[in-house]
């Protein structure tokens, strides 16, 4: 009934500019005949003598002009009741979501023992009686359960499941409004409601891009045992957004599969599956992220660099990032400068720091410089009289910032 309410309400709006074309074209048409039968009476046309006078051009013109006019007060009255009823829906809105605030505050404030959730049901049933408070009462819910972790979130579930909304989000997934499908799919996924993943797969080929992104992120959140190597074969086009949505949701998960994600074709794919990784810190993986240190895609090897970076303790490893350092971007390669203070080799790290001040632009002759003079002044001060104008003055802005 929920879903045939909201498709009547969708064609409804939809009919009244259809009666309304209709009446307009009636009204040229009766206006031009001296009079009209309806069910065997006659129906005179009071401004037919005027209207017989006047040429066909100008009638069309004087119906414009009245359509247009009628349109007008229309729409003038149209926005003075939607001005006062929204004014009122308002008041009532805000009124509405402070009840249902005080209702689900005042259940989590108590003591386990004294919690009653059949209690709970009864106090909130006034606020359940429309698809809009339910809405409401869902929101409300969800906003303390993505900023909790523990018993508070794992109560907003339960209090979730005890209030049944199953008919409203079935409905809204049935929807012919963009919006409600979006609500059920955010619901799906911050509540974890995986008997909804029927319509969370069948929305992540929507043609639609909004529909298509929240049932991707919903599935991720609400199959919190999936592995995601579903992903390694999803074809369709993930945003940034989702990819770090996806990340959020999945970042303590022990079960990925990360072969399938960096064996991915798609380059974001095998991004956020080095993504993970590295937030991990999967010593394992190693091996593959200096493999996909290689890889054609920037954002790809970018990822790569930072988890190999994230795991860097031996000597292979700086030996590594020493020997990729001009494939790197500048941002990296700053990155790779400030980690070899950790070298145990410090051999190896001064004389790479000496080809960066030889042959480095100024900026990151000063950021080499500087990592130098922490690790002996003297190996710093050996540039004051170097022939290079340009290392003599990464020197003398290093000393101005010291001094």
Same mark, same amino acid.
């Given at each position: 009934m929920r879903t045939i309410s909201l498709y009547l309400k969708f064609l409804f709006s939809r009919l009244i500019f259809i009666i309304a074309l209709c009446l307009a074209v009636f009204l040229f048409f009766f206006l031009k005949q001296k009079e009209f039968i309806l069910f065997n009476y006659s129906i005179g046309n009071p401004l037919y003598s005027i209207i017989e006078q006047s040429p066909s051009w100008l009638y069309v013109v004087q119906m414009l002009i009245v359509i247009f006019l009628l349109l007008i007060v229309a729409e003038m009255i149209s926005i003075i009741l939607v001005t006062t009823r929204r004014s009122s829906a308002e008041k009532k809105n805000q009124l509405l979501h402070e009840r249902i605030r005080e209702v689900i505050f005042n259940y989590l404030i108590q003591d386990n023992k004294t919690r009653d959730i059949n209690d709970f049901r009864i106090k909130a049933q006034p606020y359940l009686k429309s698809n809009h408070a339910q809405r409401v009462f869902i929101n409300e819910l969800r906003k303390i359960l993505i900023l909790t972790k523990g018993e508070v979130h794992e109560t907003c579930i339960s209090l979730y499941d005890a209030l049944h909304f199953d008919p409203l989000i079935k409905s809204h997934f049935?929807?012919?409004?963009?919006?409600?499908?979006? =609500?059920?799919?955010?619901?799906?996924?911050? =509540?974890?409601?995986?008997?909804?993943?029927?319509?969370? +797969?069948?929305?992540?080929?929507?043609?639609? &891009?909004?529909?298509?992104?929240?049932?991707?992120?919903?599935? +991720?959140?609400?199959?919190s045992d999936n592995d995601l190597s579903?992903?390694?074969?999803?074809? &369709?086009?993930?945003?940034?957004?989702?990819?770090?949505?996806?990340?959020?949701?999945?970042?303590?998960?022990?079960?990925?599969? =990360?072969?399938?994600?960096?064996?991915?074709?798609?380059?974001?794919?095998?991004?956020?599956?080095?993504?993970?990784?590295?937030? !991990?810190?999967? &010593?394992?993986?190693?091996?593959?992220?200096? &493999?996909?240190?290689?890889?054609?895609?920037?954002? +790809?090897?970018?990822e790569a660099y930072l988890a190999f970076m994230?795991?860097?303790?031996?000597?292979?490893?700086?030996?590594?990032?020493?020997?990729? =350092?001009?494939?790197?971007?500048?941002?990296? !390669?700053?990155k790779v400068i400030n980690l070899l203070i950790n070298n145990e080799d410090k051999t190896s790290s001064y004389n790479f720091f000496e080809w960066i001040i030889e042959n480095k632009p100024l900026e990151m002759k000063i950021r080499a410089m500087s990592k130098l003079l922490t690790m002996d002044m003297n190996l710093v001060l050996k540039y004051k009289n170097h022939p290079d104008e340009n290392i003599r003055k990464a020197l003398r802005q290093l000393m101005d910032f010291y001094l």
């Open positions: 049935h929807s012919p409004y963009l919006r409600n499908k979006l =609500f059920a799919l955010k619901t799906a996924g911050d =509540f974890q409601l995986t008997a909804y993943n029927r319509y969370l +797969v069948r929305y992540m080929h929507s043609k639609n &891009e909004m529909l298509r992104s929240e049932a991707l992120q919903a599935y +991720v959140k609400a199959n579903f992903l390694s074969d999803y074809q &369709e086009k993930i945003s940034l957004w989702d990819f770090n949505i996806i990340i959020n949701a999945a970042k303590d998960r022990t079960n990925i599969n =990360f072969s399938a994600l960096l064996k991915s074709h798609n380059p974001l794919i095998k991004s956020l599956g080095l993504r993970l990784a590295n937030l !991990q810190k999967r &010593e394992e993986l190693k091996p593959d992220f200096v &493999e996909l240190m290689g890889d054609a895609d920037a954002m +790809v090897k970018e994230a795991l860097a303790k031996e000597k292979n490893d700086y030996l590594t990032l020493m020997y990729q =350092f001009s494939c790197m971007t500048k941002n990296l !390669q700053n």
